[in-house]
């Protein structure tokens, strides 16, 4: 079966300038998940979907970052204006529902702030 | 406060030694499941096992077993007979939680695991 999949794989931008992440979760998956790894770090969960609806966001930074799952299938991460300290890999994961499921997760797209 | 503490950020071993990966976690849900996750250089991360809190028994999976002490809330990874390909990143993993829309998985900060020949 196809795995998760992320574009783009890397991009570099200026501060200030914005961008945006495309992930499709495997298919049937409900839950969709933003992660944000800093090198060297775990992955930190930006925003939790499931089907198209919001259940965590409670540490996203809202006042740049937004994600939209249109349809319940796949979503969109922007972030508006970027800053430095947003250089990280950004990780799309999905998964069933059900406390046993784990999560898949796409390759990554690696982000560069200047 | 932590919810997952990796209290090792670098090990090293062996080839075809056993390694054991520590991890400590916090709460205070009756339910919920531990994960430990590979993330090799190339940067993908890769499910290596699983054990629920109610689980009678540790969780094994190939060469990967989890020592799950409950009342010491430790689920630490056994890697056994490593191998150089085993060199990665490893991160464990907590969802708490028995129902409802609450699957998030909660990362410690790892481990660097490097295998030597």
């Known amino acids: 079966e196809a795995g998760v999949a992320q574009s783009p794989r890397y991009k570099i931008i200026e501060k200030r300038q914005s961008v945006a992440f495309w992930c499709n979760p495997i298919s049937g998956h409900a839950t969709l998940y933003w992660y944000q790894q800093i090198l060297g770090q775990g992955p930190k969960l930006l925003i939790q979907?499931?089907?198209?609806?919001?259940?965590?966001d409670s540490q996203l930074p809202k006042d740049r970052f937004s994600a939209e799952r249109l349809k319940g299938v796949d979503s969109t991460l922007k972030i508006q204006p970027a800053k430095l300290e947003d250089s990280a890999v950004y990780l799309c994961a999905s998964s069933l529902n059900g406390h046993r499921e784990k999560l898949f997760f796409g390759s990554g797209t690696q982000l560069s702030v200047l | 406060a932590q919810k997952i503490t990796q209290t090792q950020p670098g090990m090293f071993v062996q080839e075809k030694e056993a390694v054991t990966l520590d991890c400590t976690y916090d709460?205070?849900?009756?339910?919920?499941?531990l994960f430990w996750y590979k993330q090799p250089s190339s940067g993908e991360m890769i499910f290596l096992i699983y054990?629920?809190?109610?689980?009678?028994q540790n969780a094994t999976e190939g060469r990967y077993s989890l020592n799950f002490q409950k009342a010491r809330k430790s689920a630490n990874l056994v890697i056994s007979a490593s191998q150089l390909g085993d060199s990665a990143m490893y991160f464990c993993?907590?969802?708490?939680?028995?129902?409802?829309?609450?699957?998030?998985?909660?990362f410690g900060k790892g481990t660097l695991l490097t295998v030597n020949p």
């Open positions: 054990q629920g809190s109610y689980d009678q």
């Open positions: 993993a907590m969802r708490e939680g028995t129902g409802g829309s609450n699957y998030k998985l909660t």
């Open positions: 709460t205070s849900d009756p339910s919920y499941g």
């Open positions: 979907f499931q089907n198209n609806g919001v259940v965590d």
